[in-house]
């Protein structure tokens, strides 16, 4: 629906010698809208022991752990309604260089294209190591500074344990 200021001159005789871009209008599909959106991935094949890894990493974290199954499609036993949760979630991660990594959409304050996945344990080492290195400045710089890097369930908790 367009405004007054861009109808007043409809219905008036057009000039067809003025290269005024009058004939030119907006397309109404949703394309228009929200831009084409191409989801193009490489697909490689991930190496066996970096998949057997990967699930012994992330044994104790349900959530990574059904994220790296559904990725390597090693979730063919569970039930259909789980799969389909598993894949939902698995599109906001990836597998490469032997890791697990988050993808990080617009729906961030700061812009960060990926961050690893670690379990709790890793995250425990690399929070007490950032509180020690850094400075003491407690648990919401330490936070900032970890989320930047890595994501983990539940660092909230895990960075308090650990300073």
């Known amino acids: 629906i367009a405004d007054g200021l861009s109808r007043q001159w409809e219905g008036q005789p057009r000039n067809s010698g003025l290269q005024d871009d ?4 907006v397309s109404e599909d949703w394309e ?13 094949p991930v190496d066996e ?3 057997k890894n990967l699930c012994k990493r992330f044994a104790n974290e349900s959530v990574f752990l059904e ?3 559904s990725i390597l499609q090693m979730d063919s036993a569970k039930l259909l309604r789980d799969r389909k949760r598993a894949r939902h979630r698995a599109s906001q991660f990836l597998i490469e260089d032997g890791k697990l ?11 960060r294209s990926k961050v690893e996945c670690v379990n ?3 995250a425990k080492q690399l929070a007490i190591k950032q509180h020690e290195e850094n ?15 890595i994501y983990s369930p ?9 300073i």
């Open 67 to 69: 994220v790296v199954e």
């Open 32 to 44: 228009a809208n929200t831009g084409l959106i191409n989801d193009m991935l490489l697909i490689s």
């Open 49 to 51: 022991q970096i998949a």
């Open 22 to 25: 009058s004939e030119w209008t």
């Open 120 to 122: 709790r344990e890793e």
């Open 101 to 111: 990594w988050r993808l990080h959409g617009g729906t961030t304050v700061r812009a």
């Open 135 to 149: 400075g003491h400045w407690g648990r919401d710089a330490t936070k900032i500074a970890l989320t930047d890097r």
């Open 154 to 162: 539940k660092l909230d908790a895990t960075i308090m344990e650990a």
